[in-house]
């Protein structure tokens, strides 16, 4: 599966979820989820994000990610359609620690 990570949190570009084929990403407040049981595993939305937000879980250290992206994709509202990125995206582009305000 591939998953969204925290370089997303802040910017929300959404540039991701057009292309995804099976529609699996959700929608928080300042971040999007994917869910690792609907994703097909295609790749196509990984060179979209322009915050390079989207791993595959074959990389090290993706576990926490993975449930992160189910927990929140179980309950936050699916997203289809691209809509204007936050406000504060450039700015909080490559900002590290951003999960700690992810819900503040
Ligand atoms: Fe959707 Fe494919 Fe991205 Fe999975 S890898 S979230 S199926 S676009
Ligand atoms: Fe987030 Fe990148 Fe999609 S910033 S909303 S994963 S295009």
Redesign the pocket.
Known sequence: ??IVTDNCIGCKYTD?VE????D??YEGENFLA?HPDE????????PECPADA?RPDTEPDMESWVELNRKYAEIWPVIITKKDQLPEAEENDGKTGKLETMFS
């Open positions: 599966t591939y991701c292309v995804c084929p099976v699996c990403f994917i994703c097909i595993d295609c790749g196509v939305c990984e989207i």
